[in-house]
T-cell receptor
Framework: AQTVTQSQPEMSVQEAETVTLSCTYD???????LFWYKQPPSRQMILVIR??????QNATENRFSVNFQKAAKSFSLKISDSQLGDAAMYFC????????FGAGTRLTVKP | NAGVTQTPKFQVLKTGQSMTLQCAQD?????MYWYRQDPGMGLRLIYY???????DKGEVPNGYNVSRLNKREFSLRLESAAPSQTSVYFC?????????????FGDGTRLSIL
């Protein structure tokens, strides 16, 4: 079974600074997909960024980028120029057939 | 666009009562999913429906049943609620079966079993 581990239950960042959220996963597959979802207090799950395992290039979406290390099975999320609206729970997810989520990291943004 | 709509948003049940959580999507998606979210555990898949007329068990199916009523609707039923089923339940959908497509989530149902 695939497992997804987020080792940081909570993280904090100063507004306008950069923060990196960690995610590792366990799989024997070579073809799969990885996602980061954001869950603000409204509880809505919002897709932040996704990465195809067959692509070597790291995905980027504006201020959000990933560091995908396939051999290390690591998929970290970097948030640049952090904004107050970035405060939320962030979930890393792995998908081969069904989706498996990590336990989440609560990000606090300090003004 | 409504996206994925879940009803109700909140519900309190007594142990042993039954309840059906409703989910509807208006995006013409083929696949639909039910998750539960518990503190410190992220989201776990209960059941999913890859297409109309099919349903399959996920990671934690015990104590639940599902019905894919039509392409739009996918309901989750608790026949005899237990306190361990206190959780936040999310419905999600996505188009097709390709793994790179993201799931779209509803706003969740907070269910408490006393």
């Amino acid at each position: 079974a695939q497992t997804v581990t987020q080792s940081q239950p909570e993280m904090s960042v100063q507004e306008a600074e950069t923060v990196t959220l960690s995610c590792t996963y366990d799989t024997s597959e070579s073809d799969y997909y990885l996602f980061w979802y954001k869950q603000p207090p409204s509880r809505q799950m919002i897709l932040v960024i996704r990465q195809e395992a067959y692509k070597q290039q790291n995905a980027t979406e504006n201020r959000f980028s990933v560091n995908f290390q396939k051999a290390a099975k690591s998929f970290s999320l970097k948030i640049s120029d952090s904004q107050l609206g970035d405060a939320a729970m962030y979930f890393c997810a792995y998908r081969r057939n069904d989706m498996r989520f990590g336990a989440g990291t609560r990000l606090t943004v300090k003004p | 666009n409504a996206g994925v709509t879940q009803t109700p948003k909140f519900q309190v049940l007594k142990t042993g009562q039954s309840m059906t959580l409703q989910c509807a999507q208006d995006m013409n998606h083929n696949s639909m999913y039910w998750y539960r979210q518990d503190p410190g555990m992220g989201l776990r898949l209960i059941y999913y429906s890859a297409s109309e007329g099919t349903t399959d068990k996920g990671e934690v199916p015990n104590g639940y049943n599902v019905s894919r009523l039509n392409k739009r609707e996918f309901s989750l039923r608790l026949e005899s609620a237990a306190p361990s089923q206190t959780s936040v339940y999310f419905c999600a959908s996505k188009t097709g079966t390709k793994s790179n497509q993201p799931q779209h989530f509803g706003d969740g149902t907070r269910l408490s079993i006393l």
